[in-house]
């Protein structure tokens, strides 16, 4: 069986055994749930169709209608699916995290869970602002923060799973202290498989050096969501030798349109299907203060990439 993707595209998609390939907000320049800058989302919601995805994320929690029923409504009508919902999280901090955490909680896992979506992506504080590339506190954790920062997601993981019936991801990021290979393992090695797992982002892991395709060879029963990305290694490494705040080095493209970028995305693809086909791959490529007729047009060319590199992607 065949899905065929619109008329103006000549890529036909097998429902075979690959990953169910997504989109998301982000790769259409969306950060807040309100600015003025962004696309609209009704226009969002249109252009992911033309482009020929069918899984989308929520994207920041009042991007898009925060009411179930509406919604489900405007999905539905142009035949879209939910895979995830996200929030930000600094349990490194101490106790009183955990109530920040729950609110974003109960509001985005209520929404996306009425919605079908079973994963909750979930990202760690930045220890420098994406919003002023203000220096906010030391970039590297102590050992008692490491056991806090721990701790709190496994409790949110429980949390998720028992409240909700959903899994949640924790989103390594630059900027974040949790970017590095040695950082990666850490965090996987002082938190519960039963609770905590990754949502594995090839181009922030590819940001630091990390080599995704071997992270998942080497901890296959921690991949539980994926978001696809490219950076440009032609500007990296003068972005970290120049120490360029993330949020600055989005705005100079460090983000980058398959295939211009590291990783390559079809092994990556290929080994994660080979763990569970069921596993999301979402497109997440950061384009934050992009002009809003420029993110559709690599939306859909990245799409098309994707398929014409490995038969182990799907739509649906």
Not at 81 to 86: N, V
Not at 119 to 127: F, G, K, Y
Not at 262 to 275: G, K, N, Y
Request: glycine letters at 8%; one cysteine or more.
């Amino acid at each position: 069986m065949t899905d065929t993707i619109p008329a103006d595209s000549d890529v036909v998609v097998a429902n075979g055994p690959g990953l169910r390939i997504g989109t998301a907000p982000d790769s259409w320049g969306v950060w807040f749930p309100d600015d003025p800058k962004q696309v609209p989302w009704q226009r969002f919601l249109d252009e992911v169709v033309k482009a020929g995805y069918s899984w989308i994320e929520l994207g920041p929690y009042g991007y898009l209608p925060t009411d179930p029923l509406q919604l489900e409504d405007e999905l539905g009508s142009r035949g879209l699916k939910l895979s995830a919902g996200t929030v930000f999280t600094g349990f490194h901090k101490g106790e009183d995290q955990w109530q920040r955490a729950w609110d974003q909680a109960i509001k985005v896992a209520g929404l996306a869970s009425k919605l079908g979506a079973e994963h909750l992506v979930v990202i760690p504080d930045l220890w420098r602002s994406d919003a002023t590339s203000e220096v906010l506190e030391s970039r590297t954790l102590t050992d008692e923060q490491w056991k806090k920062l721990a701790a709190g997601h496994d409790r949110l993981g429980k949390a998720l799973l028992e409240e909700f019936g959903m899994k949640q991801q924790f989103h390594s990021h630059a900027d974040s202290h949790v970017g590095t290979t040695r950082e990666v393992l850490r965090f996987l090695d002082e938190t519960d498989v039963r609770y905590t797992n990754l949502c594995l982002d090839t181009g922030h892991f590819a940001y630091y050096g990390g080599d995704n395709v071997k992270l998942i060879e080497d901890r296959p029963e921690r991949i539980g969501y994926l978001h696809l990305k490219q950076v440009d290694t032609s500007l990296l490494f003068d972005v970290l030798k120049n120490d360029v705040p993330f949020a600055d080095a989005v705005t100079q493209g460090i983000m980058i349109e398959p295939p211009h970028g590291v990783p390559d995305l079809a092994p990556i693809i290929e080994a994660v299907a080979a763990i569970d086909r069921e596993i999301f791959a979402i497109v997440e490529q950061d384009m934050y203060g992009c002009d809003v007729d420029y993110p559709f047009p690599i939306a859909k060319r990245t799409r098309e990439h994707i398929f014409s590199c490995t038969h182990f992607a799907r739509v649906h």
